[in-house]
């Protein structure tokens, strides 16, 4: 929450932002407990996103690897991959570039 002139106003992350955090955690499941207290505090930019992010705590709840194949396969059971971009929408997230993004460095 981001407070001005006695107002709150939630934070959304960009969409760029967001895709680096799915990124690094995918590389790196080790990352996810770092980067979940900046990641869960702020409103994501997209439906597809919070869906994403509910899955990815999920799997860190129950200490399942976080990783493309377990996505797909949870999507998949729920009816709700094509509602996150589908396979190809996950393995983009897997294979983005930090470096197209110049602001990855903000939650390093």
Do not use: C, W
């Amino acid at each position: 929450m981001i407070e001005r002139n006695g107002m709150k106003k939630t934070k959304v992350i960009n969409l760029f932002e967001e895709i680096s955090i799915f990124k690094e955690i995918l590389a790196d499941n080790s990352k996810v407990s770092r980067l979940i207290g900046f990641f869960f505090k702020d409103k994501v930019s997209t439906r597809r996103h919070e869906l994403l992010r509910g899955a990815m705590a999920f799997f860190y709840g129950i200490n399942k690897p976080i990783d493309v194949a377990s996505l797909i396969s949870y999507f998949s059971e729920k009816e709700l991959l094509e509602a996150v971009g589908g396979r190809q929408y996950l393995r983009y997230i897997a294979e983005y570039n930090l470096i197209q993004n110049p602001h990855h460095d903000s939650f390093r």
